[in-house]
DNA sequence: TTAGTATGGGCTGTATACAGTGTACAATTT
DNA sequence: AAATTGTACACTGTATACAGCCCATACTAA
C-alpha cells in the first residue's frame, strides 16, 4: 500500500522507478562504492518500500551494469577499472562523431540561444569555483548538445555510456575549475555550431573528450 | 564490502532469467510480434510461473529497449524503423572497426582452427540449403571472432545492436543461402586473421556488414 | 590444534494476496 | 443518436508470507 512516503513528488512514476533512481543516485555519487552488497531487506526498509519494487529496480541496474548478480547472493556494485574508463571514451568518441553531422546540421538559432544561455550561468560557477553547479550545468551543457541529434539509437548508446563516468563527476569537474582551458573550449563549440563547422567541431571535441577522459584516469587512479 | 566465496559453475538459473531467455526468444523470432502487449498473469500462467520473477523479467527487456513500458499498461513488444536498422548497423560497424586490431592481433592459431571448423559445418549447411542450422553457424562465427577482442565493454554494445536485428535473421539468412558470396567472404576472414591482416579485415568486415545491412532493410520493407 | 560437522540466522527466490487504477461497455440522460 | 455517467472487470502496483540456500559460528572428534 503506498501510503505516500515518496513526499518528494513524482507521484507519476512507479516506486520502483524512484528506487532506480535513488539507488542510481546513491552508486554515482559514491554513497554505495563498489564492492557494496545491496541486501534487499535493508535498503527495502530504508527506502520505506517493500522488496518487490526494490528487486525490480535492481533488475534494471542489473541490465545497466552498474551492479553485479551473484547467483543467490544478490547484488553488488561494480567496480571501475583503468581499462573501463578507456572503453567507455573510446565508445562515447566514436559515437559523438557519428553524430556530429546531424547535430551540426540540425542546430538552430534558438539551440545556440539556449547554449549561450547556459555558458553564461557557467561563466558565474566558473567564478565563484562552485564545483557543484558546474557539474550540473556542464552536464546539461553536454547533453543538449548530444541531444541535438536525430539518431535515437546512438544516442542511447551515448547516454548510457556516459552514466558510467558520472561516478567521477564529482571529482573531475573540480580540476574542470583549475582547467579553464576546458571551459573556453564550450564557449568554442557554440561558435563553431553556430558557423555549421562539423570539422572544427569534429577536432574540438575529439580534443575535449580526451582531456576529459585524463582527467577521469587520474581520479581514478588516486582513487586508489 | 562482499568478500566471501562463491561457486562459479553453471548451476540452474533463477526462474526469471529463464523467463527472460523465453520472453527475449518470442519477441526474436516474431512469435511476440511488435505491438503485442505481454500481460503479466497471461504469461505467468503459460509459463507456469508467478508474476513475480515474470515482472523482473520484464524489467530486464524493458532496459534492454526490446519492451516499451507504459505507466499502468504492461509493457508492449517495441516496433521497428529503417531508421533503426540503420543506426544499429551504424553502431555495430564503428564499434568493430573499434575492436578489430584487438582481434587481429589477439587471434590465435587454435582460434583459426575452431573457425575453420565453423565453417565447414556451414559449407555443409550452405550446400543443403539449411537456413535454420546456417543461421546459428552464422551467428556463432561472428560471434567467436568479436569475442577474440579484450574491450569488453564495446563488445557489449556490439551484442546488445546484434540482439536487436536478430528478429530479422530468419529472413536475413535464408537470403544468405543464395547469396553464396556472403558465404566465400566468411572463408575470406578466416584467411585474413590467419595473416593477421587487419586492413583487409577491416574492409572486408565493412563490405559484409553492409550488405547484411541491405538485405535487413529489404526484410524490414517487405514485412510491410 | 585441526578438520569435520551441526545448526541457526540472514538473505534470496518465488508465490500469493490485496489494493487501486484504467477501460470497456451498458445504462441513463439530453 | 450523442453524450454522460455508472459499474464490473481486467490488469498493474505493492506488500507480505514462506521456502530454501549459504555462510558463519560453535561444537565435536581425531
Known amino acids: 500500500m503506498y501510503t505516500g ?8 512514476k512507479p516506486i520502483r522507478d524512484i528506487a532506480y533512481d535513488r539507488l542510481k543516485h546513491a552508486i554515482i555519487t559514491g554513497e554505495l562504492p563498489a ?8 535498503y527495502a526498509e530504508q527506502l520505506h518500500i517493500s522488496r518487490t519494487p526494490l528487486r525490480e529496480a535492481l533488475r534494471k541496474l542489473e541490465r545497466d ?35 556530429l553531422p546531424s547535430v551540426v546540421e540540425r542546430v538552430t538559432a534558438r539551440d545556440i540561444a539556449e547554449l ?3 555558458l553564461s550561468e557557467m561563466d558565474v560557477a566558473q567564478k565563484e569555483e562552485d564545483a557543484d553547479a558546474l557539474a550540473s550545468f556542464n552536464r546539461a551543457f553536454h547533453s543538449k ?3 541535438l541529434t536525430d539518431k535515437k539509437r546512438i544516442l542511447r548508446v551515448i547516454d548510457d555510456q556516459e552514466e558510467y563516468i558520472l561516478r567521477f563527476s564529482a571529482i573531475t569537474i573540480a580540476s574542470i575549475v583549475r582547467r579553464s582551458k576546458a571551459h573556453q573550449e ?7 555550431l553556430e ?3 562539423l570539422e572544427g567541431l569534429e577536432k574540438l571535441m575529439e580534443h575535449h573528450l580526451e582531456e576529459s577522459k585524463q582527467t577521469c584516469l587520474a581520479a581514478v587512479a588516486n582513487r586508489k
Open 65 to 99: 551494469g552498474l551492479v553485479e548478480y551473484v547467483l543467490r547472493h544478490g547484488v553488488v556494485v561494480r567496480a571501475f577499472t583503468v581499462a573501463d574508463i578507456e572503453e567507455i571514451f573510446t565508445i562515447r568518441n566514436a559515437m559523438m562523431m557519428l553524430i
Open 116 to 118: 549561450r544561455m547556459l
Open 195 to 197: 558557423r555549421h563547422d
Open 5 to 12: 512516503t515518496f513526499e518528494l513528488a513524482e507521484e507519476s
Open 35 to 42: 564492492g557494496a552488497r545491496i541486501v534487499e531487506t535493508t
Open 186 to 192: 564550450h564557449h568554442q563549440m557554440v561558435d563553431l
Open 145 to 147: 548538445i548530444e541531444h
